[in-house]
């Protein structure tokens, strides 16, 4: 099973993490690290090296950060280039989280990335296109 960590500024990874157990349970196999404005780039780091080591993960990792560019983005991105097969994405959403947690099983780190993308794409709407798809969807019928 992939290894997920979760990681991003303030409290954004404990956060989604909290939220996600209580919806899924407890998950194996991840790892919420948060980044708040007392961390440094170097304690970051090292958090991230011992999520690593406490993976029972024989397969690859996924980190999952909050945004393109960001602290947990640079730091999981340079751990990332130099192993093969370690993905980052950037943007996570609930969404993402949830169905990616459920749907990892058996995924290489290259499908959960692509599959992940489209998750976060899916989860992000609003109550106007929502209600504009269910419209369309709906069959028009023809009076007499």
């Known amino acids: 099973m992939l290894g997920i960590i979760l990681c991003g500024h303030g409290g954004f990874a404990s956060g989604l993490e909290k939220a996600m ?3 899924l349970g ?3 196999q991840f790892i919420a690290i948060d980044f708040p404005e007392t961390s440094t780039t170097a304690l970051l780091t090292s958090q991230l090296e011992q999520a690593i080591s406490d993976l029972d993960s024989q397969e690859d990792i996924v980190f999952l950060t909050d945004l393109l560019g960001g602290t947990p983005f640079r730091v999981a991105s340079t751990m ?3 192993k093969p097969g370690w993905e980052v994405i950037a943007g996570t959403n609930m969404q993402l989280l ?3 947690v459920m749907e990892r099983d058996g995924l290489s780190s290259e499908a959960f990335r692509l599959q992940a993308l489209e998750c976060g794409h899916r989860g992000l709407t609003s109550l106007v296109d929502e209600l504009g798809r269910c419209r369309e969807e709906k069959p028009v019928e023809e009076g007499i």
């Open 21 to 23: 157990k209580q919806i």
């Open 80 to 82: 990332a280039l130099k």
């Open 98 to 100: 949830l169905e990616m």
């Open 26 to 28: 407890e998950q194996a």
